[in-house]
Structures are given as C-alpha cells and as structure tokens.
C-alpha cells in the first residue's frame, strides 16, 4: 500500500490521519475491511496512540466504524452519505467564492489555471487520482484566500466521502467532469465577476450531488 508508510515523528497523530485516510478513499483499504491499531501503526512506524487518535477522528468523520469489544472497519460508499456530504461542501464552497473572488491575485489565478492543466491532462490520460489531486488543488486556491477556518474545516473533513465514491466511479469506467466548468470559473474569478463564479460553483457541486444519484 503506497499510502501506508513510515511517517517523521513529528504531528504524528495528523500523519496517522492523513495516511489512513488517504489510503481508504484510494481503496487500498476497501470498504468493510478490518483495520487493527496494532497493525496499522506497525506499518506507520509509529506507537499505537497516535494511531488510535486517527481511528477516533475517522469514525468522527464517517471514513470508519467501531463497534465497541469487536472492531473497527472501512464504512461502505454509501450514496446518501455522499449526497449530504457533497450538499455541504457544495455549499461551504458557495461562501468561500462569495469571499475569495474579490481576494484573489494574479498568482492566485495562475496557481489555479496550472491546477486545471493538471487537471485536463489527468483526465485525458485517464490517471483519476491525478485528477483529484490537481482539483482539490484548484479549489483550495478559493479557500485559501477566503481565510475563513470553519468553512476550511469543513471542506477537509467532508470532501474524503466525495472522493471515494468519485474515485471508484471514475475507476469503473465513468467519465470525469470536464475542465471546462474550471475554465468558466477561473474566468469569472479573473474578471471579479462573483455571481457567475458562485453559479459555475454551484454547477461543479450540484453535479457531484448527481454523482451520487447513480448508485
């Protein structure tokens, strides 16, 4: 598994996080799967609290499941869950382009349409995970420069129910949102235009609401 690795023993609850999170939306741990503190955190390369913390905040956030003297297990892509996931950070992302456009710098626009090249040239060769990478990079320019921490909060703790099923869509053959609702939003950023950005934000996430409606 790529994304379970030794991490610095520096914020090792966080890297325990993030490494386990990043492997259950990658599928590398598969839905139901049982996860063991012990194992994980000997892959890790870490004590067993760090990694217990990371259990604890997963199951805060719907990634995992524990039942109490039994087990602790990858939860199922479930398309309400994703839904009301996408519903949420659909419209947290509304707030932060109401803030952001007016914010924003001409590095900032340049860091998002090298985000959306990224973005195109993943899809074209059909590598999703790239794909997601440069996207998360994209609208993470808008949260960034709306510096509000509850809606980047937010946005961190939902999106990974988003991606997951994203990801095994995209891996079944399905075909991934076109560059061009980016276009259309970096040009109305570029332009200070905020309601037709909040529009084209409002198409991007309605969208993965729709994702979710074909399961």
């Known amino acids: 598994m790529e994304a379970i690795r030794p991490v610095p023993r520096t914020l090792l609850r966080d890297r325990a996080h993030a490494a386990i999170r990043d492997a259950i939306v990658a599928g590398e741990l598969e839905p139901g799967a049982i996860v063991r503190d012990a194992d994980l955190a000997e892959r890790l390369g870490l004590s067993r609290a760090p990694v217990r913390e990371a259990f604890s905040r997963l199951v805060d956030e719907g990634l995992l499941e524990s039942k109490p003297q039994s087990h602790t297990r990858v939860t199922p892509v479930l398309a309400e869950d994703v839904r009301d996931a996408a519903a949420v950070v659909g419209a947290v992302h509304e707030l932060v382009t109401r803030i952001a456009v007016a914010r924003l710098t001409d590095a900032d626009l340049d860091t998002m349409r090298a985000a959306n090249e ?84 409002a198409d991007i996430w309605r969208g993965l609401e729709e994702l979710a409606d074909l399961d």
């Open 118 to 201: 990224r973005f195109a040239a993943a899809v074209r060769a059909g590598d999703v995970d790239g794909a997601l990478r440069a996207d998360d990079d994209l609208h993470h320019v808008l949260v960034r420069a709306a510096a509000n921490r509850a809606a980047a909060a937010t946005v961190a703790r939902y999106t990974p129910l988003i991606r997951r099923l994203e990801r095994r869509r995209f891996g079944e053959g399905g075909s991934c949102r076109s560059a061009g609702l980016h276009d259309r939003l970096i040009d109305a950023c570029a332009t200070g235009d905020t309601e037709t950005a909040l529009r084209v934000t």
